[in-house]
Nanobody, 124 residues
């Protein structure tokens, strides 16, 4: 059974920091691209940051959304089956539910797994 369990969300003042963690089980973590998405009510889920599998490039390659570039960083620890999202200089517009994603291409097509989400609220 695949499980992605996020933690680290909460309430923080603008300018503050949070670190989200996502621990994966039931998958071969190292071969998956790992990502963080966020969603607010009435809006589509959007990609925040992604880190590719570390099999080719140690630590993987990262892709960061323009809206958080320079403030958020993503990293992975394959030994711990964990992906992190370090969020600094948080803004009220970063308020959302943040979801962890595991993605890979299988023989039968793309495979995506999602966590249950963790709420991040940034106050003025």
């Amino acid at each position: 059974q695949v499980q992605l369990v996020e933690s680290g969300g909460g309430l923080v003042q603008a300018g503050g920091s949070l670190r989200l963690s996502c621990v994966a089980s039931g998958i071969r973590f190292s071969i998956n691209d790992m990502g963080w998405y966020r969603q607010t009510p009435g809006k589509q889920r959007e990609l925040v940051a992604q880190v590719t599998s570390g099999l080719v490039v140690t630590g993987g390659n990262t892709n960061i959304a323009d809206s958080v570039k320079g403030r958020f960083t993503i990293s992975r620890d394959d030994a711990k089956n964990t992906v992190y999202l370090q969020m600094n200089s948080l803004k009220p517009e970063d308020t959302a539910v943040y979801y962890c994603n595991a993605h890979r291409i299988s023989g039968s097509g793309p495979l995506d797994y999602w966590g249950q989400g963790t709420q991040v609220t940034v106050s003025e």
